[in-house]
């Protein structure tokens, strides 16, 4: 195990402890917006985001270090030596961005709970690159009643040679209706050549939000 893995593995749990004991309504403060707002109006298919608007809306950073999520162009990147890979759609996505000094630090992305359906899935672009083979991480991870379920990490295709997109896409492994909530951490390290995005984040069901089937 990495040093900067176990680092992650243990801020990770600061920042879950930290999220867990914060009122709800200051987990949030980088946007300015109450996640009881958005809970009214979040629905399945509104967690779905190209980041063509410009905004992560309805995911919410919570990042607790300098490191942020930040909607790039990719003709005006942050980080001008490592651009990422063209996107294939648009030009917009979120990256990870960091200080001058490229101090690194855990990044947080979530939704607000909302009920999910057995069927439902979720799939998204994402882009992970690091000096050192596994040096950054990308989780998707499921919270049910604080309860973290992993569905993906994707840190074994964190290499200096991944200069693409790639698409990830889970299931969730639920069996009735269920309220839930969405979180991707990331831990993206301090080499100039250490990156991560996302991209497209599609919300897949085969039930409709009545509870219906799709036809
Ligand atoms: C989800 O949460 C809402 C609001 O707390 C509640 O009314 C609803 O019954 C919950 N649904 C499920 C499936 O637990
Ligand atoms: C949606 O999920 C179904 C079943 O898992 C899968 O066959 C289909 O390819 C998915 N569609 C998209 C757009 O991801």
Known sequence: MSNSFRLFLAVTTIAVCWSNHVPVSRQNTRLGVSLVDIKTKLTRTSVNNDFESGSPDPWID??????YWNVEDFSTPTEVNYPPPTPSM???????TRDSQ???GLLILRTVT???FPGDAISFKFWIRSKYTGGNTLDLVLVIDDVETTLLALSS????????????SSSFPISTPTNLTL???GYCGGNSEDAIAIDDILFNSSITEQGTPNS
């Open 62 to 67: 919570t990042s607790p270090t300098s490191v």
């Open 90 to 96: 648009g030009t917009k996505y979120l990256r990870a």
């Open 102 to 104: 490229l101090a690194p």
């Open 114 to 116: 909302f009920t999910a």
């Open 157 to 168: 295709y964190s290499t200096s040679v991944n200069v693409e997109w790639r698409t990830a």
């Open 183 to 185: 979180i991707f951490y």
